[in-house]
């Protein structure tokens, strides 16, 4: 009996969630549509450097989710699910703190991590557990009801965590077992037509909007599912020339003459759903709600430590710049900032340690000498190449900022200490499975590449 490989199954999944989404959000596909048309104007444009952060197919196919859950429970039964489809905690992100706007959550992002697999298929899901415990959102009362709420629903079944484990274990689950797994896993996160008690929900929203829609529900639904694009800028002119209204920036990099690094977003507005509502009386009315929305992205160049300090200056002096003089275009000082404060060519970047890449040998290299045995002398006397490596990652402010343009009201927060410390340890603890770090991962890729770099030179002890 044939039988379905983790990679194969995370493709199917990936493919079932957009079959999904695009069926409830009719938005998405549009977006999607635009998406290729952008991607196929870029690589007439680009040539061949249109690829050079990922194959054409590649970003055709890659899409990340989007997905909320209540508990560390409900976390490591989701780990579970992603576990099957090749997919691990990677980074941990703290939103409650996150400036302009916090969000009582605290996010990994499941995906696959290392880079043949992210090849083959890079699917991901940016995933946001509630913190009902930090007082700045919810008082004892309410984190006691909401605990209460949260433990007394199923959000997987049985059978789908069963398959899960299985697949797990043997990297595999036969045809009709992966059929079944699949359908379960993609039904999960479906929008559920069980009524939304309208107490409950409208007491958590005075909150959060996004506690509500975690809390105030008996399920989970896919929030967004979000292609990558080579261009966003053209991207999110050609959405509004369709009349799509979109939030009102690119959030994280500016557009600048440079290369693009980690990661730009955009999104559209939620769009109004229709939801059932449990009124106080027992009747069920008809009503909607906006919690899901469309996104997009585009993917840059990985930063090392140093690149994301200097990058994280830049952002301060941006945001600085914005207050000395309010009402330029955050692009306009951006650009400014960037253009004074970052090198714009790949192989600077590089140079100075702010980027990651892996190292090759050149295909042709100097003949009748020694190769030297520093890095820099490797790259300028044409004996190694560097491969710049992708942004797999995300980033919190941007995050943040997607998550609030998307809500209607700012809810109600105490200022102070919230009493719930969370960090990526915590979060490991809490699911049982390490939690990986990004940047030791992209800095791994860079080390193994750059020891068979020299092994292929001869040069000993790399
Ligand atoms: C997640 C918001 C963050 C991203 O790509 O940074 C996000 C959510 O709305 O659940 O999706
Ligand atoms: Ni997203």
Do not use: K
């Not at 929008?191 to 829609?213: F, I, K, M, N, Q």
């Amino acid at each position: 009996m044939s039988t379905v490989v983790t990679t194969e199954l995370r493709a199917r999944f990936a493919r079932r969630l957009s079959e999904l989404y695009g069926r409830e959000v009719p938005a998405y596909t549009t977006l999607v549509d635009v998406s290729a048309q952008v991607n196929r104007r870029v690589m007439e444009r680009d040539g061949a450097a249109a690829e050079r952060l990922g194959s054409i197919d590649r970003v055709t196919a890659e899409r990340h989710g989007a997905i909320r859950v209540g508990t560390p429970q409900e976390l490591s039964q989701v780990a579970r699910v992603f576990a099957a489809l090749g997919m691990h905690p990677t980074g941990f992100y703290d939103l409650r703190d996150a400036d302009p706007q916090p969000v009582p959550v605290v996010s990994t992002a499941f995906r696959p991590v290392d880079r043949t697999e992210l090849a083959r298929n890079p699917f991901r899901v940016f995933t946001s557990m509630l913190v009902p415990q930090d007082r700045r959102f919810f008082d004892e009362d309410l984190e006691r009801r909401l605990s209460r709420f949260l433990a007394a629903r199923t959000l997987f079944p049985g059978e789908l965590l069963d398959l899960a484990d299985r697949a797990e274990a043997e990297g595999e689950l036969g045809e009709a077992d992966a059929a079944r797994f699949l359908d379960l896993a993609t039904g999960a996160f479906a929008l559920s037509a069980d009524p939304v008690d309208r107490g409950w929900y409208t007491e958590l929203e005075r909150v959060s909007g996004v506690a509500a829609d975690i809390g105030g529900v008996t399920t989970t639904h896919v929030n967004h599912l979000t292609p990558r694009v080579l261009d966003i800028d053209d991207l999110y002119a050609s959405m509004q020339s369709l009349g799509v209204q979109m939030i009102d920036e690119i959030q994280g990099p500016p557009r600048w003459q440079g290369p693009d690094v980690l990661l730009r977003q955009t999104s559209f507005r939620a769009l109004a759903e229709p939801r059932r509502f449990r009124e106080a009386d027992g009747t069920i009315a008809q009503g909607e709600l906006r919690v899901r929305f469309g996104e997009v992205e585009a993917r840059g160049i990985a930063l090392t430590p140093r690149g994301r300090e200097l990058y994280d200056d830049l952002v301060a002096e941006v945001d600085r710049r914005l207050a000395e003089t309010p009402g330029r275009p955050r692009q306009d000082v951006g650009a400014e900032v960037w253009a004074a404060g970052l090198p714009d060519t790949e192989a600077e970047l590089v140079r100075r340690d702010l980027t990651f890449c892996t190292f090759r040998p050149a295909e042709r290299r100097p003949d009748g000498t020694e190769p030297p045995r520093d890095l820099a002398g490797l790259l300028d006397g044409g004996w190694l190449v560097a491969e710049p490596i992708v942004y797999e990652d995300f980033l919190p402010r941007s995050a943040a900022g997607i998550f609030a343009s998307n809500l209607s009201g700012r809810g109600e927060m105490d200022a102070g200490q919230g009493g719930a410390p969370r960090d990526a340890d915590w979060l490991a603890g809490a699911i049982g499975r390490p939690v990986r770090i990004p940047e030791q991962l992209y800095a791994e890729q860079r080390a193994e590449s750059l020891a068979r770099a020299a092994a292929a030179l001869g040069i000993p002890g790399g």
